[in-house]
């Protein structure tokens, strides 16, 4: 017997609507939405709502923003939604007072196959260490973040040159398929939740948050190290680099398998059409820069009106 369950789904940008829309648009009963609150940005610190909570107002969704997660006011609205499952998808952490309270539980969707890449940035870390593969995995949440036991999970290959703006792209389309098999299968009571401890994995490697320091390229590095970071920080946050004494964030690239004559981190140029700086082994030739103080530009463009020391 399939269940008709009732579900709460809990998400911010736009990598979870792609996810609620699915279960939407196959008639899965949503009863509520929760998001984060709205927040003054731009330039007139307009409030801005989340993609998720513009997507639920579009679609007549009962939506909640609290402040604390803990919050008895909030805990009290979350009991009488009566939900049977809830769905996590690119949110904050749970206290266990909410992730506990249905009786199906509660299941995140993660952009990768666990138990590697656990954290909060596993598609930047995925494509900076250079992988060949990542993912989408989804899974039952418990105490520790991304622990918990896993329901189903999916490969996606990574290009050698895909950007991790490029790979977000490809998870969310393949984590929102796979959200909707997995609910279908909680619904037909299905499941076979594995211990991520029975999952073999030589080595786990971890998805710990991206800081500015994270983003400095170090140019003593081999140029395929460089490449893999300038790949894994576009489009967001962006590698960078200091030139000529100004930061310089470095939004696409290609490398040239040519040993330099010169120093890493020195460069060679045309003033033209070219501008590319030396790595250990190669140089990083740049393609989409954007200077301090500047806005984002092609190199040609930025070569154009820029006046070398």
């Known amino acids: 017997m399939v269940k008709d369950l009732r579900i709460i789904f809990m998400g911010t940008p736009d990598f979870a609507v792609a996810s609620l829309d699915i279960l939407v648009k196959n008639g899965f009963n949503v009863v509520g939405v929760i998001t984060a609150p709205d927040k003054p940005a731009g330039r007139g610190l307009q409030l801005q709502e989340s993609a998720v909570k513009k997507y639920a107002v579009a679609n007549n ?6 402040e604390k997660l803990k919050n008895p006011a909030f805990i009290a609205e979350l009991r009488e939604l009566k939900a049977d499952l809830q769905v996590v998808v690119a949110f904050r952490m749970l206290p266990e007072i909410v992730w506990d309270m249905p009786a199906e539980g509660t299941i995140n969707v993660h952009a990768s196959l666990l138990p590697n890449y656990r954290g909060a940035a596993p598609i930047n870390w995925a494509v900076i260490n250079g992988e060949k ?9 418990q105490h520790e973040i991304d622990t918990g036991d896993v329901l189903y999970s999916r490969e996606v290959v990574i290009r050698e040159d895909e950007t991790a703006g490029e790979l977000h792209d490809a998870l969310m389309q393949t984590g929102a398929e796979l959200l909707l098999d997995t609910v279908k299968a909680i619904a037909a009571g299905n499941t076979q939740p594995k211990p991520q401890a029975d999952i073999p994995a030589t080595d786990i490697k971890h998805a710990p948050k991206i800081f500015k320091e994270t983003c400095q390229i170090k140019w003593e590095k081999s140029i395929g190290e460089v490449y893999n970071l300038v790949r894994g920080l576009s489009p967001y946050p962006a590698a960078w680099t200091t030139f000529q004494g100004k930061g310089l964030k470095i939004y696409k690239a290609h490398k040239e398998n040519q040993q330099p004559a010169i120093a890493p981190g020195e460069f060679e140029t045309d003033q033209k059409t070219y501008l590319k700086i030396a790595a250990a082994d190669g140089f990083l030739v740049l393609d989409e820069i954007q200077l301090e103080g500047k806005k984002r530009m092609s190199v040609e463009e930025f070569l154009r009106g820029y006046r070398f020391q």
């Open 61 to 66: 969704l009962k939506v909640l923003q609290p």
């Open 133 to 141: 593969v990542s993912g989408v995995t989804t899974f039952k949440l």
